[in-house]
């Protein structure tokens, strides 16, 4: 299984999310192809579920909410994201995706 594909930029991360709506519970579920794989309870409408999603970020890895933005995807369930101030290794570290490398 690979890592979570991360992109370094000046001031910050950019990484790709795959939003589940609709589930019983929301959580982040691991990786999907070099993804995160994020289940959401909220449903897909009216921007619900990417409220949640911003919700769950921030709280996860213990940002403000404005530090926390979805650049592309908006409508569709793949999403990019970017985190304002972080390092692409406190990001893997926050969402508890720390695996041994060789």
Same mark, same amino acid.
């Given at each position: 299984?690979?890592? &979570?594909?991360?992109?370094? *930029? +000046? ?7 795959? %939003?589940?709506?609709? #589930? ?28 949640? &999603?911003?919700?769950?970020? *921030? +709280? ?7 530090? %926390?933005?979805?650049? #592309? ?30």
């Amino acid at each position: 299984m690979s890592g &979570l594909i991360v992109e370094e *930029t +000046k001031d910050g991360v950019v990484f790709t999310a795959k %939003v589940v709506p609709g #589930s019983s519970k929301t959580t982040i579920s691991g990786l999907y192809d070099g993804m995160l794989k994020v289940r959401i309870s909220a449903p897909p409408e009216k921007g619900k579920a990417n409220q949640c &999603l911003l919700e769950l970020l *921030t +709280k996860k890895l213990h940002i403000k909410k404005n530090a %926390v933005s979805i650049i #592309s995807g908006e409508h569709n369930p793949v999403k990019r994201l970017h985190i304002q101030g972080l390092s692409s290794e406190t990001l893997i570290e926050k969402l508890g995706l720390n695996s041994p490398r060789s």
